[in-house]
């Protein structure tokens, strides 16, 4: 059996892709953070250190193939 999909994943899954922190998002979307967690697994995101040139290198390329909304 499988469960149906949570509304706010796709909002989840896009602000893990724009860098925000696990507590910025359950604050925004009032989520528990298990379900973001399920969000970080099912992407296959993984923790690294980067410099914030290489974060607006991966954001702009992340816009680029529109895995994001630019923001207004």
Known sequence: MSYPENP??????????K???????MGHLNVRNTQVYWQINRLGLHREFITD???QMILAERKRKNLIRDEK
């Open 53 to 55: 040139e290489e974060q």
């Open 19 to 25: 860098f925000y922190c696990i507590k910025e998002i």
């Open 8 to 17: 706010k994943s796709p909002a989840i899954c896009e602000m893990l892709l």
